[in-house]
């Protein structure tokens, strides 16, 4: 069973405009979430995290929404330029219950000139 | 700061031998992690280490894999008898934890497994 979701495999926006990842989770236990982006051959790169006591939390083009109630969070990146065309993964911890994370299966981003 | 590093990057081998990889992590960090990855899908975590001490291993590490951690500081992980299902990406990762809460992992670049 996937505990952590990502229903679209992709997503393709023009340079300049919204881009919106989105994350389901199921695991109620998850408390802290981090969002990575992942280019061809490398390994994943940390984007931006937020904890569960926020629900959001922005970081220079980045802006990570969290609603804890629907188990549902979001990627926003405003503008997206080329070099953001990656796959993005989210993933999700239980710190009072152990530490590894579990990650989705990503969305790969296209972000068209 | 000079990040994950992993050895080798890429490891061809033949069904039935056996192989081992390399992780060191970021100095400070006290938290060490491998996972594995599959074409289309996430990490896979496989386990972690708390400065030496392996802390959890899931269930998809079976019997033919094998993690140590001496000295709480570089990272092996080998597989024996390797199978053509265990071909994939082995991400190795890294964090600093204090207090009880994780912080952020840092992930090396991976060592791509191809068994023939």
């Keep these: 069973d996937q505990q952590v979701k990502q229903n679209s495999p992709s997503l393709s ?13 199921t695991n109620s236990m998850f408390d802290y979430f981090l969002w990575y982006k992942k280019y061809p051959a490398e390994g994943p790169t940390f984007l931006i995290s937020i904890s569960s006591i926020k629900d959001k939390n922005e ?10 109630s629907a188990k549902h969070l ?15 993964f989210c993933a999700a911890s239980a710190q009072n219950y152990g530490q590894n994370f579990v990650f989705g299966p990503g969305t790969r981003l296209s972000v068209l000139p | 700061d000079t990040g994950v ?3 080798p990057r890429h490891k061809i081998t033949k069904r039935g031998q056996n192989v081992t990889f390399r992780c060191d992590p970021i100095s400070e960090h ?42 709480g500081s ?22 600093l934890v204090s207090g009880g809460v994780g912080g952020k992992l840092f992930f090396g670049s991976g060592t791509q497994l191809s068994v023939l």
């Design chain 2, 74 to 95: 570089f990272s092996t992980l080998e597989i024996q008898r390797t199978e053509q299902g265990d071909s994939a990406m082995y991400l190795c990762a890294s964090s």
């Design chain 2, 5 to 7: 590093s992993q050895d």
């Design chain 1, 59 to 68: 970081d220079g083009r980045f802006t990570v929404f969290l609603n804890k």
């Design chain 1, 13 to 25: 926006v023009q340079e300049g405009r919204i881009s919106i990842l989105n994350c389901d989770y």
């Design chain 2, 30 to 71: 006290n938290r060490l992690y491998w996972y594995r990855q599959t074409l289309g899908q996430g990490p896979e975590f496989l386990t972690y280490f708390q400065n030496e001490a392996q802390l959890e291993k899931s269930r998809l590490l079976s019997d033919r894999f094998s993690a140590e951690r001496p000295k």
């Design chain 1, 74 to 88: 979001s990627l926003h990146i405003v503008p997206s330029q080329p070099g953001d065309s990656a796959v993005y």
